[in-house]
C-alpha cells in the first residue's frame, strides 16, 4: 500500500532550527512535496524535490533521498509565524499526491 | 480577492439534507480537486477533474458527487449528509505541469452535519 509518515508533533524555540522527517512508500514517484498550513488555513506550497539532494530556499530548505523513500525539512532562524502544520505529499505513478497527516510544530519564545 | 473562492465557507446541516459546496477560479487552470481534511488524517481525495468533460473518483468518493460547470466551477454535493462527512473541505487547481505539480488551494468549507 501507500503511506506517508511523519512525526505528529514537533516543539522548537524561537531562531533555533528544526528539521521535519517524513518517509513515503508510493507506487512510483514523481516528486515530494512540502506544503505549510496555518491553523483553520488553507495549505501553500513550500517545496517540491524530484531528484536526489538539498533545494534551498531561504530560510526553508527540503532534502530528498529516493532509495531510501525519505525527504525533510529544514527551517533555520525559526520565528514565531512558523508555528504551523508541516504536510509531507508524495506523487505517484499516477501523479496523485498522496498526503502525511501533518507535523504540527510549536514554536516557543 | 482569493484565486481560488470556495461557498460557504462554514455550514451546518443536519443529517438527511443534501448540501451544495461551490469552488471558482481565476487561475485558468483545468485541473481542480475536491478533498476533505479530518484531524489526525491526511487530506483525502474525494474527486478531481482535468478538464470540463473530465470526472475521476477519488479514494472517497462514496456519499458525494461533483459537477464541473465550467473550467473555473466545480462543485461538490453531498446527496444526503450524515454526521460522518463533518469535516474541513478543500478545493485546489493545479495548472497540471508535471515538473511542479503545484495546488492552490481554496480557503476551506467547514461542514458541520448534526
Known amino acids: 500500500g501507500q503511506n506517508i509518515d511523519q512525526p505528529t508533533e514537533m516543539t522548537a524555540t524561537e531562531g533555533a532550527i528544526v528539521q521535519i522527517n517524513c518517509t513515503y512508500q508510493t507506487s512510483g514517484f514523481n516528486g515530494l512535496f512540502w506544503y505549510q498550513q496555518h491553523a483553520g488555513e488553507a495549505p501553500t506550497f513550500l517545496s517540491y524535490n524530484v531528484l536526489d539532494g538539498l533545494e534551498e530556499k531561504g530560510r526553508f530548505s527540503s532534502f530528498l533521498s529516493r532509495s531510501k523513500g525519505y525527504s525533510y525539512l529544514l527551517l533555520k532562524e525559526l520565528q514565531m509565524k512558523d508555528s504551523a502544520s508541516y504536510l509531507c505529499a508524495a506523487m505517484d505513478s499516477n501523479y496523485q499526491l498522496i498526503w502525511g497527516a501533518g507535523t504540527k510544530l510549536i514554536i516557543k519564545p | 480577492d482569493a484565486d481560488v473562492t470556495q461557498t460557504p465557507r462554514n455550514r451546518i446541516t443536519k443529517t438527511g439534507k443534501r448540501i451544495m459546496l461551490e469552488c471558482s477560479q481565476t487561475?485558468?487552470?483545468?485541473?481542480m480537486y475536491w478533498y476533505r481534511q479530518d484531524p489526525g488524517l491526511g487530506l483525502q481525495l474525494i474527486y478531481y477533474?482535468?478538464?470540463?468533460?473530465?470526472?475521476n473518483k477519488g479514494e472517497i468518493s462514496d456519499g458525494y458527487s461533483v459537477s464541473r460547470q465550467a473550467q473555473a466551477k466545480f462543485s461538490l454535493s453531498l446527496e444526503s449528509a450524515i454526521p460522518n462527512q463533518t469535516a474541513l473541505y478543500f478545493c485546489?487547481?493545479?495548472?497540471?505541469?508535471?515538473?511542479?505539480?503545484?495546488?492552490?488551494f481554496g480557503e476551506g468549507s467547514r461542514l458541520t452535519v448534526l
Open positions: 477533474s482535468f478538464d470540463v468533460k473530465d470526472i
Open positions: 485546489a487547481t493545479s495548472s497540471g505541469q508535471v515538473d511542479t505539480g503545484e495546488l492552490f
Open positions: 487561475k485558468g487552470h483545468d485541473r
